[in-house]
């Protein structure tokens, strides 16, 4: 776990998992924070349409890395019976038909299957 000082408050980050260990989550004493390094483009799409919470600020560091925040919500992995319920199938739907996802996509060469 690492500490730091911002804005007048003490910070502690520490991994928040996941596959690429770029994932952080930063806790203050009245806030917590989701920090992710180098995230894809699609992040800031996703916050656009609701999908994900909205972010909160973005900031390149001096080596190049770029960082993301967003608050932090509890989360858990879906269970397999779970990926069928009709809120995960509209949430799907959602993102699979997003005009500024659907756009983007375009933009590096993907084409939506019929």
């Known amino acids: ?4 000082f911002f804005d007048g408050e003490e910070w502690s980050i520490s991994s ?5 260990g770029e994932a952080y989550k ?3 004493a009245e806030n917590k924070l989701f920090i992710k390094r180098n995230s894809s483009p ?13 972010l909160l600020w973005t900031r390149r560091l ?3 890395d770029v960082l993301t925040a967003q608050k932090w919500l509890n989360g858990r992995v879906l269970e397999a019976k779970e990926m069928t319920s009709k809120q995960v199938c509209k ?5 699979h038909t997003s005009d500024p996802l659907v756009f983007m996509l375009s933009r590096l060469g ?3 299957n019929p």
Not at 42 to 54: D, H, Q, T, Y
Not at 91 to 95: G, V
């Open 1 to 4: 776990m690492m500490h730091f």
């Open 16 to 20: 928040a998992g996941g596959m690429t």
């Open 26 to 28: 930063a806790e203050s």
């Open 42 to 54: 699609f992040l800031a799409v996703l916050s656009a349409e609701r999908i994900v919470p909205k």
């Open 62 to 64: 001096e080596n190049g």
């Open 91 to 95: 949430l799907l739907k959602k993102i």
């Open 110 to 112: 993907k084409k939506p």
